[in-house]
């Protein structure tokens, strides 16, 4: 790897004056740790985001029933659980990069895998090892961009990385809207599969260009050294002790009403577009796959605009109102039976329902110390998203009993409980990052 040096994520001095004029003093290496995390959440989010697509067609394919389709996706969300604590484990003994090399490897590999499956069963064991690595991405590079960028822009700097979720999914849709159609029901997801292998190829340039941050490296020099004092201790069984448990409790509770909100809105949503409006759809067929766009054109907004919203006004009430507006958005989107109605709510529930997603890295950066930082990052936010398996297949059977539309609406109480659970921790906006 290259001898770039990036910062510890402070700042020396006040941002220049004008909306953009702050990006100006970033260095050529954060720049670099930027693309290379954005780039890599973006192909994450498009390889576990492909299943949502080809659910009808393995459905179809393997003969299987909506609930099972559902589960299916599900035991990839558990995996990516399982991803997220296993390597922000790794993330913080062996350094963020080397992490996210392992974890570009896992989800690339594995989804071009998915293209030969035979049966069922290979399907979901490759899926397993694909969500591990999407897990696991989250876990170290959220971490690596929160310790570099500069503490005043944080939450911006999370907000941009985690857009490249809605770009994974917008990417995704253009796919499946061009590569769906174009085959027949047994070629097609393939097709797709095979297109998530392609980010292989980003690893190289990981390994040339990025640097472990400076905080960590003088952490892992204090690991080595015995100078962490009880902060020595395996990183796992440190955020279940004294001031950390509270907040290990608490991110997680928050996480997995988050992500049950969101998983059992966005998994069926495509479905919810393409089934008969008998079928409590909009009935737009899979060509309707398209109108994903405004809505992940809103999501993209809402990422970048939530993340430089809280660095002005603060984490809690921006995390707090973006999921009450998104409970409320449900209802209605939910009650669309026409195009006109999607292309009206589709951009606000992408706005507001992915929007708050860049809450959880700046918030979870500054609630754990760098020791522990990735290993409390990925159990938080993994076991949220393990929890959250759960809604597809509740959905699901919603779904069945009322139809897609009113299915999606019973998530709505979670996004709720979320906004109230969010102000049981601290502000820390703007907060130096502990060692």
Not at 361 to 366: D, L, N, R, T, V
Request: proline residues 4%; hydrophobic residues 50%; contains cysteine.
């Amino acid at each position: 790897m290259n001898n770039n040096k990036t910062g510890s994520g402070s700042s020396g001095g006040a941002a220049p004056e004008g909306t953009f004029a702050w990006m100006a003093d970033l260095t050529p290496a954060q720049w670099k740790i930027f693309g290379v995390t954005f780039s890599a959440w973006t192909f994450a989010a498009m390889n576990i985001l492909l299943f949502t697509f080809v659910a009808v067609s393995i459905k179809e394919v393997f003969s299987l029933s909506p609930e099972a389709v559902g589960w299916l996706f599900s035991v990839a969300l558990f995996s990516t659980a399982l991803g997220g604590i296993l390597f922000g484990v790794i993330s913080d003994y062996i350094g963020r990069v080397k992490a996210i090399i392992l974890t570009i490897f896992f989800y690339s590999f594995f989804s071009g895998l998915c293209a030969f499956s035979p049966n069922i069963l290979f399907l979901v064991v490759c899926s397993v090892f694909l969500g591990l690595g999407m897990g696991g991405q989250w876990a170290s590079g959220k971490v690596l961009v929160a310790e570099t960028w500069p503490r005043e822009h944080r939450g911006a700097a999370v907000g941009m990385v985690q857009s490249g979720w809605s770009v994974g999914y917008l990417l995704i849709t253009l796919l499946a809207a061009l590569i769906l159609p174009r085959f027949d029901v047994e070629v097609g997801w393939r097709v797709l599969f095979l297109v998530g292998a392609v980010p292989l190829l980003l690893i190289f340039y990981v390994w040339r260009n990025i640097d472990e941050p400076e905080i960590w490296r003088k952490t892992s020099r204090m690991r080595k050294e015995k100078k962490l004092g009880e902060g020595q201790e395996f990183t796992l069984s440190q955020i279940f002790k004294g001031g950390l448990l509270r907040y290990t409790v608490l991110a997680t509770i928050l996480t997995s009403f988050c992500m049950i909100a969101y998983w059992g809105l966005m998994f069926w949503v495509p479905q919810f577009l393409a089934r008969p409006v008998e079928e409590g759809g909009v009935g737009l067929g899979m060509k309707g796959f398209i109108w994903l766009v405004p809505l992940n054109i809103g999501a993209f907004l809402g990422h970048n605009s939530f993340g430089w919203i809280s660095d002005k006004l603060g984490r809690r009430p921006v995390f707090s109102a973006f999921l009450v507006i998104l409970g409320i958005l449900i209802y209605f989107f939910g009650q669309s039976t026409t195009l006109t109605q999607v292309l009206i709510f589709g951009p606000l529930v992408g706005f507001f329902g992915a929007g708050f997603y860049s809450g959880f890295g700046s918030i979870f950066a500054e609630l754990f110390p760098t020791r522990t930082r990735a290993t409390a990052q990925g159990f938080c936010y993994n076991v949220g998203r393990g929890v959250s398996a759960l809604a597809p297949p509740l959905v699901g059977y919603m779904a069945g009993i009322k139809g897609y539309g009113p299915g999606l609406v019973t998530v709505s109480v979670f996004a709720f409980a979320a906004a109230i659970i969010v102000f049981t921790l601290p502000e820390t906006k703007g907060k130096e990052l502990d060692i």
